[in-house]
DNA sequence: GTGATTGCAAATCTTTTGCACTAAA
DNA sequence: TTTAGTGCAAAAGATTTGCAATCAC
């Protein structure tokens, strides 16, 4: 996206565009798809010479999570990372080197998937696969 | 499993079963499927009065899921579970609560999954049904 | 005995928080 | 203005580590 364009884009996600959340947004909404921990973001602005606190990041990632502009995904008990794709898909996690892959949504099929437990919608499914 | 057949099971599985190993198999493989933090292990182990050290705990954690006893579970970034059970299953997740559920192999069918890149094999492959 | 295991406390790492300061509307 | 957002440093949690003491074989 173009960076001219990313106020506009979170104002439209209800989040105040501000300085910070502006540079976090240009380094995550570049057009490519993306995986990254917060310390990740955080070393990306610091090479762009935008100065942006941990915590801001963290606070930031986590507004952008619950706008719906990001996803969690949980492969490594040692960090979150933050995926740019929102739509349903699903991850290949290589446990030699530690990249994750995007598997679009049509590549798995889900079937006789069991019923939640009464009173409980499926929020979400997760199917990771771990290569070595 | 019987607490004397305790010793003999860690031995089995190439560990040396010492008095503080075989109090946490105790606690983990009494027969009903578990997951459990390796706080939750600790606390167990402290109200039966075996006196185990935190440390020590994470360690004996760690060498029963590299020795197949243990399967770790990601589903929240705080912490990992420990599954005792080992087959190919999945998991639902309930976010309200945090209880974790198990969901049988064969309640979920995989069609089509791609196919891993070269020279990988697929070491496991996990499905989180987030309820909420 | 001898090498593996344990306990403890300190260290590490990720993430969160409290609060005074600053910026957006 | 007035409220939301930011930075910093400190706190919090989970997990790991170093090393001397202890245990299994």
Redesign the pocket.
Known sequence: MHPAQL?AFL?AAG???????AALAAILFDGAPKHM???QVHAAARTRRS??????????L??FTEAGLLREVLID????YFDTNTDAHHHFFDEASGDLHDIPAAAVKLARLPKPLKGRKVARVDVIIRLC
Chains 1, 2 share one sequence.
Request: proline residues 7%; without cysteine.
């Open positions: 106020p104002q989040i105040r565009p501000t300085r910070q959340r921990t917060a310390e100065k942006v606190s941990l915590a801001t990041v963290y606070n930031a986590h507004q008990s040692a960090r979150v």
